[in-house]
């Protein structure tokens, strides 16, 4: 079976602060992706990082960044120096070949406050 | 260039109603997946299509049906509308098919079932 589990429901921040939203995900293939996306207020899910299992090092991107660890199966992203307009919910989500066929299933999300 | 557009944008109708929703994908993408969003939840997968047929299917009854056009637009119906049908549907699309593509996200349809 396939799972993403987000274990954080909700986190709430002061703006500046540095932020860790955690996943930790099963699966059985040896192949797989894993993605993070942020859905605004808005409601449209805008994609901010792919990974593939083969690929276990650390990306940075900006503010943002992804420590990925196949050992502890987990794929956790930080937010550095955090802004208002972080706020959101974000999920991180799965693709790989066994049962999803390369669709994404989703954690249930953590929902990011970030206050000024 | 234009990203995914789904249409309408709210919705309210009542049990046992059908609806009819819409989407099309991003320029240059064939391939077509709808996602269901309950409040508080993570998107689940509904189904997708390529080449104008259904190719993978989640977990859903076959309430849930839907169609992919010549132009690669694409629609979802539900039939016999249940209370917990009320929901964000994503239409999501991408290149092609396969594992780890990119889907790219529309804005969504809020239906609501009274």
């Known amino acids: 079976a396939q799972k993403v589990t987000q274990a954080q429901t909700e986190i709430s921040v002061v703006e500046k602060e540095d932020v860790t939203l955690d996943c930790v995900y099963e699966?059985?293939?040896?192949?797989?992706?894993l993605f993070w996306y942020k859905q605004p207020p808005s409601g449209e899910l805008v994609f901010l990082i792919r990974?593939?299992?083969?690929?276990?090092q650390n990306e940075i991107s900006g503010r943002y960044s992804w420590n990925f660890q196949k050992s502890t199966s987990s794929f956790n992203f930080t937010i550095t120096a955090s802004q208002v307009v972080d706020s959101a919910v974000y999920f991180c989500?799965?693709?790989?070949?066994?049962?999803?066929?390369?669709?994404?299933?989703f954690g249930k999300g953590t929902k990011l406050s970030v206050k000024p | 260039d234009a990203g995914v557009t789904q249409s309408p944008t709210h919705l309210i109708k009542t049990r046992g109603q059908q609806v009819t929703l819409r989407c099309s994908p991003k320029?240059?993408?064939?391939?077509v997946s709808w996602y269901q969003q309950a409040l508080g939840q993570g998107p689940q997968f509904i189904f997708q299509y390529y080449e104008e047929e259904e190719r993978q299917r989640g977990n859903f009854p076959d309430r849930f049906s839907g169609h992919q056009f010549p132009n690669y637009s694409s629609e979802l119906n539900v039939n016999a509308l249940l209370l917990g049908d009320s929901a964000l549907y994503l239409c999501?699309?991408?290149?092609?098919?396969?594992?780890?593509?990119?889907?790219?996200f529309g804005p969504g349809t809020r239906l609501t079932v009274l």
């Open positions: 320029s240059g993408h064939d391939t």
């Open positions: 989500a799965l693709s790989g070949y066994g049962g999803s066929q390369g669709n994404l299933i």
């Open positions: 699966t059985r293939d040896t192949t797989y992706y």
């Open positions: 990974r593939n299992s083969f690929d276990e």
């Open positions: 999501a699309s991408s290149l092609v098919p396969g594992v780890g593509n990119e889907q790219f």
